[in-house]
């Protein structure tokens, strides 16, 4: 009777193997075969069924088979290099402002303008059809809008304060001989206070006169100290300038390629939420690029 039980779980278990293999061998057969057809949206579909059914059939209860689609982990690279080609054509048309560069088979880094300085702005997932910004440059054009409703700059509150403080240490500079009158004048007083403030009756208030100007020529000379870094402070600050009106300029302008291509911030990042499923009902509607390169 155990022979026979044991025997009867021996065929249920090589039942459950020969099903699963089938399921791979036939997910692998059609993965295949839409590589054969240039059958992009398929791929797609087959890479994450889930998310395809959810976004483009409006289908929630769909789930993905793990087993089989991690079958192609070790393949990831080259497909995100084989369907890149009509991705990038169509994201040329939908984002002229954004360049990529292959820097390892399937991986793309994304760059903002085509002008001097432009940005490395991120990576493109191609199998996941997403964008993945850098965050802090990002962050960075998001609050270059946001300031650009008051009328403003993102860097041109640092560049004010910069300027000011080349304004004070250039003051510094003009105003050396007109120190050294001072300390005199103070040192004068100084030695007339101490005289004073020597004898058995020296009160409180002597103290303090004498405190005061003692603080006075220790403001003085550190602004001398000041004033003798100044030349280099200013340098240093006149470059600091240069950079963040260059940052400036580079935000002026992906700001416009925004706007002339999607009217303005908030649609642009619209674009960017609906981008899977944008792309994926392009290729359903038939405009897949075959011609691959």
């Not at 004068?188 to 208030?205: A, C, F, H, I, N």
């Not at 240069?242 to 940052?247: G, P, Q, R, T, V």
């Not at 990042?269 to 405009?287: F, V, W």
Request: aromatic share 10%.
């Amino acid at each position: 009777m155990t022979n026979e039980v044991d025997h009867d779980d021996q065929k249920s278990a090589n039942s459950i193997i020969d099903e699963q293999i089938s399921i791979k061998i036939t997910y692998l057969q059609k993965l295949q075969q839409a590589v054969a057809d240039h059958d992009d949206q398929q791929i797609f579909s087959l890479l994450d069924n889930q998310r395809y059914s959810s976004a483009i059939e409006h289908r929630e209860n769909e789930e993905n088979d793990l087993g089989i689609v991690n079958l192609v982990d070790n393949l990831s690279d080259e497909l995100s290099n084989y369907l890149s080609a009509n991705m990038i054509k169509f994201l040329g048309k939908t984002y002229p402002f954004f360049y990529y560069e292959e820097y390892q088979r399937g991986h793309f880094k994304i760059y903002f303008g085509n002008w001097w300085d432009r940005r490395e702005f991120g990576e493109l997932d191609v199998l996941n059809i997403r964008f993945v910004f850098n965050q802090t440059e990002y962050d960075k054009l998001t609050q270059s809008f946001q300031l650009a409703k008051e009328n403003k700059r993102f860097n041109s509150g640092k560049i004010e304060e910069i300027s000011k403080e080349n304004d004070y240490l250039q003051s510094l500079i003009d105003n050396q001989k007109e120190r050294e009158n001072q300390k005199d004048e103070l040192q004068g007083q100084l030695k007339d206070v101490s005289t004073r403030t020597g004898m058995p009756w020296e009160s409180g208030k002597q103290k303090e006169a004498r405190q005061d100007l003692v603080d006075q020529l220790s403001q003085l000379e550190d602004q001398d100290q000041q004033a003798r870094d100044a030349l280099k402070t200013i340098k240093d600050n006149e470059s600091r300038v240069l950079a963040l009106s260059k940052e400036n300029t580079i935000l002026s302008y992906e700001q416009k390629s925004i706007i002339d291509t999607f009217g303005n911030f908030d649609d642009f990042e619209s674009a960017n939420r609906n981008l899977y499923a944008d792309y994926l009902n392009t290729l359903s509607n038939g405009k897949q690029v075959e011609d691959r390169d």
